[in-house]
T-cell receptor, first 116, second 116 residues
């Protein structure tokens, strides 16, 4: 069974510093996709970044990058130059390529707080 | 472009009642998925619909049902509400069910349901 583990329940980071949010996953599938979502207190899940299991390069989207280490089954999110607006819950998620359904498995999340 | 919309934003019901939640996907998206997010946890997959057909169901009782309409909007119905059904219900849309990157799901703001 697929599983996502986020071991950091909460993190405090100084504004403008870089931050790494940890994510490890467990799957027996060869083809899968990894996602990171941001959830502000308003509740909406905001898509940040996607990494396919066969992608050789780490995904990047603006200040977000995904440090993908396939052998270690880790997919850490790196936020460069953190901003106050980055304070939110962050969820790592995955889905496999073989399921007919778009079932995404989410981790338990990390609450990131940016200090001014 | 309009994102995923959900209605109502908040809802208070009593045990035993029935509730209907509504979702309109992003224009052009044909797939809608429903998730339940209990406080302090990551979202849990409930259903996915594509082209008006159920493509997947999570581990939820038969009290939960859903349907998708010809315009790709969707309803989630929950019968015989229990206190434990209190949660944020998130709707997500995606373009299709084929290919992992095309499966990126975009979430709506959610409906907060409180069962008393």
């Amino acid at each position: 069974a697929q599983k996502i583990t986020q071991t950091q329940p909460g993190m405090f980071v100084q504004e403008k510093e870089a931050v790494t949010l940890d994510c490890t996953y467990d799957t027996s599938d060869q083809s899968y996709g990894l996602f990171w979502y941001k959830q502000p207190s308003s509740g909406e899940m905001i898509f940040l970044i996607y990494q396919g299991s066969y992608d050789e390069q780490n995904a990047t989207e603006g200040r977000y990058s995904l440090n993908f280490q396939k052998a270690r089954k880790s997919a850490n999110l790196v936020i460069s130059a953190s901003q106050l607006g980055d304070s939110a819950m962050y969820f790592c998620a995955m889905r496999d390529a073989y399921s007919s359904a778009s079932k995404i498995i989410f981790g338990s999340g990390t609450r990131l707080s940016i200090r001014p | 472009d309009a994102g995923v919309t959900q209605s109502p934003t908040h809802l208070i019901k009593t045990r035993g009642q029935h509730v209907t939640l509504r979702c309109s996907p992003i224009s052009g998206h044909k797939s809608v998925s429903w998730y339940q997010q209990v406080l302090g946890q990551g979202p849990q997959f409930i259903f996915q619909y594509y082209e008006k057909e159920e493509r997947g169901r999570g581990n939820f009782p038969d009290r939960f049902s859903a349907r998708q309409f010809p315009n790709y909007s969707s309803e989630l119905n929950v019968n015989a509400l229990l206190l434990g059904d209190s949660a944020l219900y998130l709707c997500a849309s995606s373009f299709s069910t084929g290919g992992l990157e095309q499966e990126t799901q975009y979430f709506g703001p959610g409906t907060r349901l409180l069962v008393l």
